[in-house]
């Protein structure tokens, strides 16, 4: 997957031109100065990321030339850095980078400083070994050694300025990068001098094949000697797979693009190997078309992009088929009961986007799109079942709004839906559930094959047993449909006598979670003898109700859930109010 994905990039990046990468560049928020060759400060660049757009001011003319120098002076890694300290954060004598708060602290000393300095002047002494000193080594025959006055001079204005800084704020918790002027090439050069012995995993794994280097990258992998498993043990070279120089650094240049992309807030990558092209989007976009490629899921790890999840895409439209009709199928007019903006959602909608928004707000209170990639152990829901359902059905959901996986979503909504809505009752919130009932049964139509119309199921059990109840005669139930649907309703009149703040809790739940009838009409009498004394002897429906349900045996043994929660949930026909 990878090679392709690089394959494409390559004819991407030609297209788009080399400066793409340093373009899209987003450095960390800080203080950034240029030094021009005098030792004057010839630019002070304030970088502030907005954190909803994960974007900076880019009005400032200096700004361009800060993320080149930045880009070229990064760690690959803070376990690869050329300070021991790791108080300093840059790569090369033209750059040092450090962050604010270790000036403040005390934690940058001369003495740090000159463990920088020295390092770099002498890597070979200070730093590399064994295979890493191999690197550097052709390094140096091929574009010559460290530029040692240069350095020293540096070193020495570092030294003379970093303690005393006039006009900068070091309060804030951020970074501080001074940058040193100098020509283009000589920091993609002294760059280079500090990537090339450090971007492989693991030097261990290094070997040379004519001439010439190859490694494992240090992209996305963490083979080392905590994780042997990693390892292909049959094989002479244990390493997943090799890259020579020019291989390596060009997959860094892929890697480093995706990490700008996720500093954007663009999570979406797709790779279109039809058209050889890669789309970013950010959470609420997505390409119109892909006819073929791949897509990356990625997260903003501490150095680079990391990619969480990969699937190939067959075939992926962002506009659905079929249209999607959000419907009232319960005629429910929410702005009597104050939640107007229920209303506003039902409506049609054309995208997988739209209707994942839909799913997101009236399932999971907004708490699925957020929590997509988020460890298990991190999502910071405190509703148990919210959070149990959020991890047994975001992959599926995501696959089919992000990838057009369709295997698997109808089943997976209706099975989340009925649990949540449980959940939505259990803490009282009735009006929602009705809401979210209506979402689950415009599922079921629109995911059905052969035309079913929810409506044309529910309305006629609700309107016959309301007639039973308010003709003041005990009526026979006819289907376990009707039955289910009294027990709803009867459960929720004999509950709603309670003068306890938690009955919802402590009293509805067995009824939603009852296996077997025998069971629902043990706790039917155990309510009613618990509340008897306050129901009046005039209350013939609540007595209309009760008969009619302890009369009725249901034919299939498994109970119908999904009809006793519509039943608790729709207005109580005992509290209807006689027509005159």
């Not at 012995?197 to 290094?206: A, R």
């Not at 000697?225 to 020579?244: D, E, G, T, V």
């Not at 009725?552 to 006689?578: S, T």
Request: proline share 3%.
């Amino acid at each position: 997957m990878l090679k392709e994905c690089l394959e494409v990039f390559d004819a991407f990046l030609q297209r788009k031109g080399e400066n793409l990468i340093v373009d899209s560049h987003i450095p960390a928020q800080g203080t950034y100065l240029i030094i021009d060759s005098n030792g004057n400060c010839k630019d002070i660049v304030e970088v502030v990321i907005d954190k909803k757009t994960k974007d900076m001011d880019r009005t400032n003319p200096a700004l361009p030339k800060v993320c080149f120098y930045d880009y070229q002076s990064q760690l690959i890694s803070m376990n690869k850095p050329m300070d021991s300290k790791k108080i300093i954060h840059s790569n090369s004598y033209l750059s040092f980078a450090v962050k604010k708060e270790s000036i403040v602290s005390g934690k940058l000393t001369n003495e740090i400083i000159d463990g920088y300095y020295d390092t770099l002047k002498n890597p070979l002494e200070k730093k590399y070994k064994k295979e890493a000193c191999q690197i550097y080594k052709l390094f140096e025959e091929k574009e010559g050694e460290i530029d040692k006055e240069a350095l020293e001079k540096n070193r020495e204005w570092i030294k003379s300025h970093i303690f005393s800084l006039a006009g900068i704020d070091l309060s804030k918790k951020d970074y501080l990068k001074i940058f040193f002027e100098a020509d283009d090439s000589v920091y993609e050069r002294e760059a280079r001098r500090y990537f090339l012995p450090n971007i492989y995993n693991s030097n261990d794994y290094n070997t040379e094949i004519e001439g010439k280097v190859y490694g494992m990258p240090d992209n996305n992998l963490g083979m080392n000697a905590k994780k042997p498993f990693l390892s292909i043990k049959s094989r002479k070279y244990p390493a997943p797979y090799l890259l020579n120089e020019e291989e390596v650094l060009f997959q860094k240049k892929f890697f480093d693009y995706l990490y700008s992309m996720v500093s954007a807030g663009k999570y979406h990558i797709y790779i279109d190997t039809e058209k050889k092209d890669i789309i970013a989007c950010r959470n609420g976009e997505a390409p119109d078309r892909i006819e073929t490629g791949y897509y990356l899921r990625i997260i903003k790890g501490k150095t680079e992009a990391e990619i969480y999840a990969q699937d190939n895409i067959p075939g992926y439209s962002v506009k659905l088929k079929k249209s999607f009709k959000f419907q009232n199928i319960l005629n429910r007019s929410h702005s009597e009961y104050e939640h107007p903006e229920y209303e506003e959602k039902y409506k049609i909608y054309t995208s997988r986007l739209e209707v994942e928004q839909l799913i997101n707000e009236v399932f999971f209170s907004k708490y699925l799109s957020v929590n997509y990639t988020m460890d298990a152990k991190d999502i910071n829901i405190t509703d148990s079942i919210l959070k149990r359902n959020v991890l047994s059905s975001r992959d599926v959901i995501f696959d089919w709004v992000f990838k057009g996986i369709d295997r698997g979503i109808d089943k997976k909504i209706q099975a989340v839906s009925l649990d949540l809505i449980k959940g939505t009752l259990l803490k009282g919130y009735r009006e929602r559930a009705l809401w979210q009932l209506n979402l689950r049964y415009s599922f079921r139509e629109y995911f059905s094959e052969g035309g079913l119309k929810m409506a044309e199921i529910i309305t006629p059990v609700k309107e016959k047993v309301n007639s039973k109840v308010l003709s003041g005669k005990i009526v026979p139930i006819e289907s376990d449909d009707e039955y289910y649907y009294a027990v709803g309703q009867l459960v929720a009149f004999l509950l709603s006598l309670s003068k306890s703040k938690d009955r919802n809790q402590s009293l509805l739940n067995p009824f939603m979670n009852a296996k077997t009838d025998s069971v629902i009409k043990k706790r039917i009498i155990q309510l009613y003898k618990k509340y008897n004394y306050n129901i009046s002897d005039i209350s013939i429906r609540a007595k209309a109700l009760l008969a009619m349900v302890e009369g009725y045996v249901p034919d299939n043994k498994n109970v119908n859930q999904e009809m006793l929660i519509l039943g608790y949930a729709c207005d109580n026909v005992i509290y209807y109010k006689e027509e005159k």
